[in-house]
């Protein structure tokens, strides 16, 4: 299985402050997707970053908020914006490498908290 | 409403004491439903897909099963090193993305 990276692991950030997350495959994958993980509680997916084109966004995660990049096969990344504490939370990309089985694979997340 | 449950919420077992996690849904055409293990502070982990009832798969010590409506993982004389949380999560047949995680089931495994 490919190997997921996501740069940075944690960072503490300061209200009204951006942070943008990387996530880089070791190989060609056809989707990635970013989701959000809140202390205690399960993943949400924010959305689909297509690439060549716009993300696809889920309910309740828009374009301004949560800009995502896809330059290529193998790169994608999620900006948090306006950054306020209830941002507070895990950020996990995952990938799907398009064999037929839909399944995703995570990288290894990114701690992020708003002070 | 498309909905994925797991029941327990918090299991603790003993070493070698066998049980069962299960994951309920309700969604109307399922395309796949997936386990996944998480350590504390890592990205969850990929253990198995299912696609239609009747279907197992087995890895180690675990053992998932699905049916209609549910799914249930089975640790068979679990080890400490099996403590984790236990994620669930299913992938609908419609237009758009649809991959929906349940909470967890947080298991301890104590020595």
């Known amino acids: 299985s490919a190997v997921i990276s996501q740069k940075p692991s944690r960072d503490i950030c300061q209200r009204g402050t951006s942070l943008t997350i990387q996530c880089q495959v070791d190989?060609?994958?056809?989707?990635m997707f970013w989701y959000r993980q809140q202390p205690g509680q399960s993943l949400t997916l924010i959305a689909t970053?297509?690439?060549?084109?716009?993300?696809?966004?889920e309910s309740g995660f828009v374009i301004d908020k949560f800009p995502i990049s896809r330059p290529n096969l193998t790169f994608s990344t999620l900006t948090v914006s306006n950054m306020s504490p209830e941002d507070s939370s895990i950020y996990l990309c995952?990938?799907?490498f398009g064999q037929g089985t839909d399944t995703q694979y995570f990288g290894p997340g990114t701690r992020l908290t708003v002070l | 409403e498309d909905q994925v449950t797991q029941s327990p919420e918090a299991l603790r077992l003993q070493e070698g004491e066998s049980s069962s996690l299960n994951c309920s849904y309700t969604?109307?055409?399922?395309?796949?439903l997936f386990w996944y293990r998480q350590d504390p502070g890592k990205g969850p982990e990929f253990l198995f897909t299912?696609?239609?009832a009747g279907e197992e798969k087995e890895k180690e010590r675990l053992k998932a099963t699905l049916t209609k409506k549910e799914s249930f993982l089975h640790i068979t004389a679990p080890k400490p090193e099996d403590s984790a949380t236990y994620l669930c999560?299913?992938?609908?047949?419609?237009?758009?993305?649809?991959?929906?995680f349940g909470p967890g089931t947080r298991l301890s495994v104590l020595p």
């Open positions: 995952s990938v799907e």
């Open positions: 190989s060609q994958v056809t989707m």
């Open positions: 970053a297509n690439q060549g084109s716009e993300a696809t966004y």
């Open positions: 969604v109307s055409g399922l395309r796949g």
């Open positions: 299912l696609y239609s």
């Open positions: 999560a299913v992938f609908e047949y419609r237009e758009g993305q649809n991959f929906v």
